[in-house]
């Protein structure tokens, strides 16, 4: 059974940092790509960043270049985001996700996490 388990939400006030956590289990992601969307309350879900199973190439969606960092572990089923100078408009539900080429670009994933929020208010 695969499980994809997200960590690191919470509350940070603008300008702030947090980093995502996630961790896939129930088979080997080594060869897919891993990413991050986001969900804010009353909008659609939306890609974030990814990046390839080979660990080069992250790509990120125009909002966050500059700002967030995606990476993956050494053992390849964990991937990371690192978000520096947070803003109100990055609140939202964060999901972890791994799938095949063309994560983000309208490609669904093949499997999600449960969601982690993260909150950016003073």
């Known amino acids: 059974q695969v499980q994809m388990v997200e960590s690191g939400g919470g509350l940070v006030q603008p300008g702030g940092s947090l980093r995502l956590s996630c961790a896939a289990s129930?088979?080997?992601?080594?060869?897919?790509?891993m990413g991050w969307f986001r969900q804010a309350p009353g909008k659609e879900r939306e890609f974030v960043a990814a990046?390839?199973?080979?660990?080069?190439?992250?790509y990120y969606q125009d909002s966050v270049k500059g700002r967030f960092t995606i990476s993956r572990g050494n053992a390849k089923n964990t991937v990371f985001l690192q978000m520096n100078s947070l803003k109100s408009e990055d609140t939202a539900v964060y999901y972890c996700?791994?799938?095949?080429?063309?994560?983000?670009?309208?490609?669904?994933?093949?499997?999600w996490g449960q969601g982690t929020q993260v909150t950016v208010s003073s």
């Open positions: 129930g088979r080997t992601f080594s060869s897919y790509t």
């Open positions: 990046i390839a199973w080979s660990g080069g190439s992250p």
């Open positions: 996700a791994a799938g095949g080429d063309g994560l983000g670009y309208g490609v669904p994933p093949f499997y």
